[in-house]
């Protein structure tokens, strides 16, 4: 046994040296030189250059002038990016269903002339708690709404919503889906 | 399936088998080259005999005491990370039975995490502790293999190798490069990597929520009926988990370890923030696995037996990935009829969306499923637990088979070589000659060693899942209830009891009765395997070679790869079908017969 424990320890130690040390810190030194950004949590600032978010970070959004995001299952509140988790709900538990239909109350309160089948992705948890995107459906379906609050003209605030879309990833990978943290602030920024 | 689903799933498997002769190529040259350079002086430096050849036994006992060794580093940084450095959130040490778990977890190459990464780990452990055991437990298992291969290779030997340069080669010259250049690349496609502790940003909106209120000395404030008082707090401010993650996702998926530095994985927008970073983790998930196949067939001198066993497990892969997508994008009848849309289109992908990421959408979302416990890597990007009962059915019994449907890297291989050497077993059985594998004769000693190696696993998962079901310390733990629940129960032994490492999230498994349960679960199933597998390499090498005669089974043909499939297939049917009839089988039945 002792044959085998002392190069065994060094062995360790030495690779622990190599991939628990020089490997991470190399990758850390070699991401910050040259994706400063990517490697920091993709910052979004405000013009003072606060940080108000992460453009991969959704957040949570319930005046009904904004887009709403996907629902989150964090807790204790929703989008909290400090302790990510799904809802973990089975697909017949009863408990996902009541879920889904008090979500679509909530959007058909908020907008009553909307009588539209709801996207699935607007009433349903994402994996992350934190997915800063919604399809182009969830979108569209909140476009009116926003509209008619914002006493904003329907056409460009689809040129808003196409600003912040991104499409399938090199035409292929993925699905097209809209940012709502950045459609938001888009919204803003245009003083409407 | 949309066109666009179809055009994903065609390219994904494209790119991994255009990357098997490459990459197994230049494996099958690191494991036959000599030691040279500042490698030998690694050794010299261990004490380390590089040429000094082993005993299939001395082989086991370096590998054994060198995982022991790792085990107990990673349970003393998770017991002292609150006095270590690297800690910036200043987090507790981990309690005893969730340390063990975790150890025997990385250790094991299962990577099944009880614990939430960014509120249970520092940097610190995060890096010595669990990237390091993502590199050295990958690479114990594709020594093993390579120990068996060499058992086919040799005559009459009495050695298979030498466990520490076997290993220790698989680390610096694969894993290592590899490794390194995915981890730039997922940085540069927003995968964080830093030192700095958390950061803090303003949201655009504030959000009220109830904490359990606490008076001046930090105690719970209770009411007169002695529940907990709760208040509502009013917060602006988001905390993003930051730290060095890239660096560990890559070896992550890399080394079918799939213990993510996030508690939801790659799901996490900062562990997998685009579809071309999905496509790369998902890729890497499978690469080693799938390229080893090509190595074994070099190393054996005829790489036709490589690419029949690469099409075997493809085969299944492949079949199984149009079960899951399917049913997956079919989605949840109970909320159709509540008014949510699920239909696919150009606006919005549609299907059980609940618990799946909308860059992902469905396609992305079940093809990372078969992929990940296809391979035991374990890692998610959707979670399991709010899959379809057939979607997630799926995954279970991908496990359930084995892990040898490419499996883990080395493991999955060796794992699928027994179960060669059962089907040209049963194949000599029905044509009444002596069974041989490559040129060696499959005896008596090889036979119980393989079926050793094919009952461990069931033994952990049927005895531990009925174990756990019976005591109100395992049925505690279950989060969605009736037919569900038992799967959750289930897919937390089959996961254990096949290293795979993915969960259906919602039973609370950091509790003592499933870290301790699945901890020893983890391990039983990990080296219980490893020992027979070297017994078989040690016995084969000892052994002359047999030239092929008439009475020889072919072991490259289609004929073979279809002997292969159904051996696999039929064990794991038959010895799961009764347990899946309980759980997911049940529930599909109430999912579609409620509505």
Known sequence: MTNYLKPAAILLLLLTLVTGVIYPALVTALAQLFFTEQANGSLVKDEQGQPIGSALIGQSFSDPKYFW?????????????????????????????????????????????????????????????????????????????IAKIRKMDEAKLRELVNASTEGRQWSVFGEPRVNVLKLNLALDQAGL | MTAQGLLQIAIYIVVLLALVKPLGAYMARIYQDQPAGLENRLYRLCGIDARQEMSWVQYALALLVFN??????????????????LNPQGLPAVSPDSAFNTAASFTSNTNWQGYGGETTMSYLTQMLGLTVQNFLSAASGMAVLVALIRGFTRRNSESIGNFWVDMTR????????????????????????????????????????????????????????????????????????????????????LGTNGGGFFNVNSAHPFENPTPLSNFLEMLAILLIPAALCYTFGVIVGDTRQGW????????????????????????????????????ASSQQAGGNMEGKETRFGIVNSALWAVATTAASNGSV??????????????????????????????SGLYGMIVFAIVAVFIAGLMIGRTPEYLGKKIEAYEMKMAAVIILIPPLMVLGGTAMALMLDAGKASIFNLGAHGFSEVLYAFSSAGNNNGSAFGGLSANVPFYNLMLGLAMLFSRYWLIVPVLAIAGSLAAKKSVPAGAGTLPTHTPLFVVLLIVTVVMVGALTFVPALALGPIVEQLQMTGHH
């Open chain 2, 308 to 343: 029949a066993i690469l099409a075997a497990m493809t085969l299944v892969f492949v079949a199984l990935v149009f079960v899951a997508v399917p049913a997956e994008q079919a989605g949840n009848p109970a909320l159709a009829t509540l008014g949510a849309d699920q239909t």
């Open chain 1, 69 to 145: 995001g996907r629902p989150s299952a964090t807790a204790p509140y929703a989008y909290n990016a400090a302790a990510s988790s799904g809802s973990n709900l089975g697909p017949t538990n009863p408990a996902l269903a009541d879920a889904v239909a008090a979500r679509i109350q909530v959007l058909k309160k908020a907008d009553p002339a909307n009588k539209a089948p709801v996207p699935v992705d607007l009433v349903t948890a994402s994996g992350s708690g934190l997915d800063p995107h919604i399809s182009l459906a969830a979108a569209d379906y909140q476009l009116k709404r």
């Open chain 2, 170 to 253: 698989s680390t610096l010259y694969i894993l290592l490069p590899l490794s390194f250049v995915l981890a730039l690349v997922l940085v540069s496609q927003g995968v964080v990597q830093t030192f700095k502790s958390y950061q803090m940003v303003t949201m655009q909106e504030a959000v009220s929520y109830q904490q359990p209120k606490q008076n001046a000395a930090g105690k719970a404030v209770t009411d007169a009926a002695g529940k907990p008082v709760t208040e509502t707090v009013k917060t602006q401010q988001q905390t993003l988990a930051l730290g060095p993650a890239a660096s560990q996702i890559a070896i992550k998926e």
């Open chain 2, 381 to 410: 990007n959707s979670m399991h637990d709010s899959f379809t009962p057939i979607g997630g059915m799926v995954p279970m019994w991908l496990m359930q088979l084995g892990e040898v449907i490419f499996g883990g890297v080395g």
């Open chain 2, 68 to 85: 022991l060794l790792g085990l107990l580093a990673v349970y003393a940084l998770q017991r002292w990370q609150d006095v270590l450095p």
